[in-house]
Each structure stands twice: as C-alpha cells, then as structure tokens.
C-alpha cells in the first residue's frame, strides 16, 4: 500500500520525509538532543570512512564503515523497528545500545 496516489510519489509526514522523490525515515524525535548528536557524529564517521575505504578498495574497511552507518542509523530509528511502534523509553534504550556498540568500535 502506497502512501500517496501514482503521480503524487511518496508522502512526507511526521515518519518520514521526501527527498529527490524518494522516502526516508525520520529521526525519532523523542531521543535527547545530546544522544541525537553523538550517534550523528558516528553516523557522520561512519559515511566518511565508507568514502575513503572505498576510493583505497579496501573492502573490508568498507564493511566495517557500513555496520558503524547501521548502528548509527538504527540508534537514530532511521533504520530497524519503527520507532513510533514502541514506548520512548524502549526507543532510548535502543539508541543507546547503538551507542555503546559504537563507541567500543572507537576502543
């Protein structure tokens, strides 16, 4: 089930938002601001690590910069159960999971 008509493309709500006609999930908007910016720093990281490992065709720096964008990304609730179908408590929970698996990638 789509969530807009065929020639309207994809809907933006407070779940998700549209870019160049494609459709993204939003952050969870229930995370504390300091949780959102340090999971965004490691989801930042982990793009730019996706970058170099793959100009050097390093592959398995490439998988490692990837599983770092997945488990910010899920911290986030961009990625993994929707983050509306659970109780904030839960939701921070998760994220903060996110974040001790990402920083002991750090360790």
């Known amino acids: 089930m789509s969530d807009a008509g065929p020639s309207d493309g994809p809907a933006e709500d407070e779940h998700y938002f549209v870019v160049k006609g494609r459709r993204w999930r939003r952050t969870d908007p229930s995370l504390p601001d300091d949780v959102v910016e340090r999971l965004t720093s490691h989801l930042g990281r982990g793009r730019s690590g996706v ?3 793959k100009k050097a065709g390093d592959d398995d720096a490439v998988a490692a910069a990837r599983h770092r964008v997945g ?3 899920h911290g986030l609730g961009e ?3 929707r ?3 659970d109780e904030p ?3 921070l929970a998760r994220a903060r999971e996110a ?3 990402l920083d002991a990638l750090d360790d």
Do not use: I, S
Request: proline share 6%; charged share 40%.
């Open 51 to 53: 970058r170099v490992a």
């Open 71 to 73: 488990l910010a990304k």
């Open 79 to 81: 990625r993994g159960p």
């Open 83 to 85: 983050w509306w179908d």
């Open 89 to 91: 408590a839960a939701r």
């Open 99 to 101: 974040l001790d698996e």
